[in-house]
T-cell receptor, first 113, second 112 residues
Framework: AQSVTQLGSHVSVSEGALVLLRCNYS??????LFWYVQYPNQGLQLLLK??????LVKGINGFEAEFKKSETSFHLTKPSAHMSDAAEYFC???????????FGAGTRLAVHP | GAGVSQSPSNKVTEKGKDVELRCDPI?????LYWYRQSLGQGLEFLIY????????KSGLPSDRFSAERTGGSVSTLTIQRTQQEDSAVYLC??????????FGQGTRLTVV
């Protein structure tokens, strides 16, 4: 069965530092890939998605992610963290041909001054 | 509507009572999902509806949980004989043909 692994349940960075949140999926056929963000006491918001085409995807709030088929990865990055980026980040996949959204366990990002 | 709407936003119920949670998806979206998020935890898949196909119920934790989707639109998640471990935020999402899912704000269920 398709699964999603997010390495690191908690990540802490300094304001202005690089943000790197890791996501790996398990399937031989690349699925559709998503990153969602959940701010405290709010619902989930789509950051970015990869379905086809260019493997480097840009999203909102300066985030981007690169699909690497050879590594079955879809890591999320942001060059310079801001205090407002503190949130929970979820990687998710949808197997092609089956519209079921499967989530990773999430990574809580803390940004300190 | 403009987005996915869930009601109620908060529900406190006594152990052993039944509860119904409602989800109004975005108009025209064929797929509808229910997830559960316990305090500090990730998203646990519960059930998935896609058009007129039989729902994927593989995530329902017990036979106390059921869900239906009437007319391919509104969905109701029912929990019978609620237990304290059912306390969580229940999230609904819907998606159309481009596979992106939009989430509601959730229903926070507290079983006392």
């Amino acid at each position: 069965a398709q699964s999603v692994t997010q390495l690191g349940s908690h990540v802490s960075v300094s304001e202005g530092a690089l943000v790197l949140l890791r996501c790996n999926y398990s399937s031989s056929v690349p699925p559709y890939l998503f990153w969602y963000v959940q701010y405290p006491n709010q619902g989930l918001q789509l950051l970015l998605k990869y379905t086809t085409g260019a493997t480097l995807v840009k999203g909102i709030n300066g985030f981007e992610a690169e699909f690497k088929k050879s590594e079955t990865s879809f890591h999320l990055t942001k060059p310079s963290a801001h205090m407002s980026d503190a949130a929970e980040y979820f990687c998710a996949v949808t197997p092609r041909g089956y519209n079921k959204l499967i989530f990773g366990a999430g990574t809580r990002l803390a940004v300190h001054p | 509507g403009a987005g996915v709407s869930q009601s109620p936003s908060n529900k406190v119920t006594e152990k052993g009572k039944d509860v119904e949670l409602r989800c109004d998806p975005i108009s025209g979206h064929t797929a509808l999902y229910w997830y559960r998020q316990s305090l500090g935890q990730g998203l646990e898949f519960l059930i998935y509806f896609q058009g007129n196909s039989a729902p994927d119920k593989s995530g329902l934790p017990s036979d106390r949980f059921s869900a239906e989707r009437t007319g391919g639109s509104v969905s109701t998640l029912t929990i019978q004989r609620t237990q304290q471990e059912d306390s969580a935020v229940y999230l609904c999402a819907s998606s159309g043909t481009n596979t992106e899912a939009f989430f509601g704000q959730g229903t926070r269920l507290t079983v006392v």
